[in-house]
């Protein structure tokens, strides 16, 4: 278990440096003077600019740089946006509660969903369930996330006009904003249209994190139903239904607890993805997360932005990657004699 | 499972052929597959096939609806866009940038992958250790993360979207492969082989690619579907493919000003390209099912 979690650690350690040398080595890729895409700062006159790049090493070795750079990124000085000219540090860290509470209701939806619908499905009582349920998976699988999202808009939002099209809150309710979870700051906030918001706010989250939810929903059903397939199928649930116990405490002490186990693991294989469907979702959804934020910067080649944006989702998808990794590991002693490249 | 086959021969059929007659007993694969196969078609024909230029604008048809509907006109059978270009003519060029680039990257990724992971696979040592832990990274990154990583760097544009996609693949190809050959090169008749005095080319030639080759049509085939994907999430979100060019997802996205107004601009691309996308997932399930039970036999 140490073992294990000492390797884990390693890896950690190993992809934060092979992180942030390659976001380091983007000052130098992209198509625009060094200086400049380090600060933020676009018109720096000559006299300026010895002070600065001394500032930032330029003038010593790119090791020294590295380790200056390092050294900023941890003091929160992750210069400013060649656009609005203020902190990149500030603006990322405001816009990254939207992401993640995207992110983990979409995840939670699909819990709720893929679970059952996957143990329904793993059942031989029901064989037109499974092939039913098998191919509104491989239909979801398949449906491209913004199409999902234009029909369910189109439907929902100018058919039926259930949902609004966009944002996070109507812009009547003023949320004071104190963690960036929204429905949180609601819950937390002490302004007397606290219920009405909070609906309005679940009604905004519900288009954009059913179409999120869509792509893990399916992965998690297929998981679902291959695993409880495989777990029922063994010699100790075999022996459990001899000794008599019914279907649900059949699910309950033996099938579920060994059946979920390679879900979880799933999850963490596919939070990457969902990650990065979170930020096109957001982009169609206008929802002010992270992802939308970084595709306005490529849009507007916003270098020193586009690092740092890229620097937190792929920094959050790596922690997020290993904690999922480290959980399995807990719940599942086998898993800990592995080999390499099976996040 | 029956156990005794009174009435059935040997089998005596290469394995791709067994696997390929395995296949066929699944008819929704099959249907699957002629609609892929059509699709290939429309990729390579389809700018030939197409009437009228894609990027063709006609100021007197803005807009028309598809011939099915009583405003329609046959001259153009899916009707036309906010500009008047032909949506059939876009459909059908879009059909060989989205689904035909995307083949074509994964093809391009499973050589380069090829090449490295059977050179990987046959390292060992801090060599391999070395290419796990960068493989590790990189498999970590979701494969359209990398790509807009990657498109950030080169900017858009549908060229840079290609090489994007081939490098954001390259590392699942690299790692799928480098497994299998390290699994292969452990089993006896891989040594055996070796003992007779066969070289690392021999090797590779005789005894690892005719055993590795379902599993990477398999791989390939689910990697096809999410090429697809990468290259039309990269136009719509408008860093991939720009704006005139006839890509699917950048159709989808110039039209959405329209799209309350004339649904079909943006229906009919999303449904060719649902129906790319369903059918190489169809078919890649179906070969991984056919594959399976010919293991079982």
Redesign the interface.
């Given at each position: 278990m140490l073992n294990y979690f000492s390797r884990k650690l390693s890896l950690l350690f190993f992809i934060t440096f092979g992180v942030t040398v390659f976001v380091f080595s983007l000052n130098y890729m992209f198509p625009t003077d060094v200086l400049s895409s380090m600060s933020g700062l676009t018109n720096i006159s000559e006299q300026d600019y010895l002070a600065i790049s001394e500032k930032y090493h330029l003038n010593q070795s790119v090791f020294i740089q590295y380790f200056a750079f390092i050294g900023r990124i941890l003091e929160g000085d992750w210069g400013v946006s060649f656009i609005t000219g203020t902190s990149i540090y500030e603006q990322v860290f405001r816009v990254l509660p939207a992401t993640i509470e995207l992110a983990i209701y979409a995840l939670f939806y699909s819990f709720i969903i893929a679970i059952p619908l996957g143990v329904l499905a793993s059942s031989e009582t029901y064989p037109w369930l499974d092939k039913s349920i098998l191919a509104l998976s491989i239909i979801g699988f398949s449906m491209p996330i913004f199409w999902l999202a234009l029909l369910l808009i189109l439907v929902f939002s100018i058919g039926l006009g259930w949902f609004p099209t966009s944002g996070r809150l109507s812009l009547i309710y003023n949320i004071p904003s104190s963690s960036g979870f929204l429905l949180w700051d609601i819950l937390r906030s002490n302004v007397d249209y606290k219920a009405e918001a909070f609906v309005d706010a679940l009604r905004h989250l519900a288009l954009p994190s059913f179409v999120l939810a869509a792509y893990p929903t399916t992965v998690l059903i297929r998981t679902t139903r291959q695993s409880m397939k495989d777990v029922m199928n063994t010699n100790y649930v075999k022996a459990a239904k001899a000794k008599g116990l019914s279907t649900s405490q059949l699910l309950r002490r033996h099938g579920l607890r060994n059946g979920l186990l390679p879900v979880i693991q799933m999850l963490g294989m596919h939070f990457g993805t969902v990650i990065t469907l979170a930020m096109v979702t957001e982009v169609i959804f206008a929802w002010p997360g992270v992802g939308s934020w970084l595709v306005d910067a490529i849009h507007q080649r916003d270098y020193p932005a586009i690092q740092g944006g890229l620097l937190v989702i792929s920094g959050m998808v790596f922690i997020a990657t290993i904690l999922f990794d480290l959980l399995y590991m807990i719940f599942d002693p086998i898993a800990r004699i592995r080999g390499h490249g099976k996040i | 499972m029956v156990k005794f086959r009174f009435f059935s021969s040997p089998n005596n059929s290469s394995p791709l052929r067994q696997l390929w007659r395995l296949f066929q007993r699944n008819h929704f694969a099959l249907v699957a597959s002629w609609v892929f196969i059509f699709m290939i078609l429309m990729a390579i024909l389809g700018p030939l096939l197409a009437p009228y230029s894609p990027y063709m604008q006609q100021a007197d048809m803005l807009l028309v609806p598809p011939s099915w509907d009583v405003n329609g006109y046959i001259q153009s059978p899916f009707g036309t866009d906010a500009l008047g270009r032909d949506i059939l003519s876009r459909i059908l060029a879009g059909i060989s940038y989205s689904f035909g680039l995307a083949i074509v990257a994964v093809a391009l990724a499973l050589s380069l992958g090829l090449l490295i992971g059977t050179l990987a696979g046959f390292s060992k040592g801090i060599r391999a250790?070395f290419l796990?832990?960068?493989?590790?990274?990189a498999?970590?990154?979701?494969s359209?993360?990398i790509a807009?990583?990657i498109?950030?760097?080169l900017?858009?544009g549908i060229a840079n979207s290609f090489w994007a996609v081939v490098l954001a693949m390259l590392p699942q190809f690299i790692?799928h492969i480098?497994?299998e050959v390290a699994d292969l090169l452990d089993k006896d008749f891989v040594i055996a082989y070796r003992l007779d005095g066969a070289n690392n080319w021999q090797v590779f030639r005789f005894a690892l690619v005719p055993n590795m080759i379902e599993n990477i049509v398999i791989f390939s085939t689910m990697a096809i579907?999410a090429a697809v994907?990468d290259i039309?999430?990269l136009g719509?979100?408008?860093?991939g493919a720009q704006s005139p060019e006839p890509e699917l997802?950048t159709m989808?996205a110039d039209s959405?000003g329209v799209?309350?107004l004339s649904?079909w601009t943006?229906m009919l691309p999303?449904i060719t390209?649902?129906l790319c996308?369903?059918s190489?997932?169809?078919v890649g399930?179906g070969l991984r099912h056919a594959l399976k039970e010919r293991r079982l036999q």
């Open positions: - | 250790s796990n832990h960068i493989l590790d990274i498999l970590t990154m979701p359209l993360l807009i990583v498109v950030a760097i900017g858009p790692h480098r497994t579907s994907l039309v999430v719509f979100i408008g860093i997802g989808i959405l799209f309350y649904p943006v999303g390209l649902f996308i369903l190489t997932n169809i399930d």
